[in-house]
């Protein structure tokens, strides 16, 4: 049985809490930027965040101050503390890298290899 990379997801109310983590020890550019994207209505993406090789995070404005994007070096885990959650961030949450060494910016995320199934977080109003 494959254990899913990203977990955490679930449905919530708006204002409350959430802690995704992701296995990402695999990818191949992960030492060097790590991100989240989510899928949302239409199957767009939109990036969320970014952390670099140096801990330097970006973040969407939509989710400024509510997110807060992190990892475990040693254990290889991304995580994404999700607070203040609203509708609009109802979606599926993937981590991804990137496959060579671009901007590791939250605009660029969508474009990152992601190899997990991602998890669905629903929040309502």
């Known amino acids: 049985q494959v254990e899913p990379m990203e977990s955490g997801g679930g449905s919530v109310e708006a204002g409350g809490s959430l802690r995704l983590s992701c296995a990402a020890s695999?990818?191949?550019?992960?030492?060097?930027?790590l991100a989240w994207f989510r899928q949302v209505a239409g199957n767009r993406r939109e990036g969320i965040a970014t952390i670099d090789i140096n801990g330097v995070t970006t973040y969407a404005d939509s989710v400024k101050g509510r997110f807060t994007i992190s990892k475990d070096n040693e254990g290889g885990y991304l995580y994404l503390q999700m607070d203040n959650l609203k509708p609009e961030d109802t979606g599926i949450y993937y981590c991804?890298?990137?496959?060579?060494?671009?901007?590791?910016?939250?605009?660029?995320?969508?474009?990152?290899?992601?190899r997990g199934q991602g998890t669905q977080v629903t929040v309502s109003s």
């Open positions: 991804a890298a990137p496959i060579t060494f671009e901007r590791c910016t939250y605009t660029a995320a969508p474009t990152f290899e992601h």
């Open positions: 695999d990818y191949t550019y992960g030492v060097y930027c």
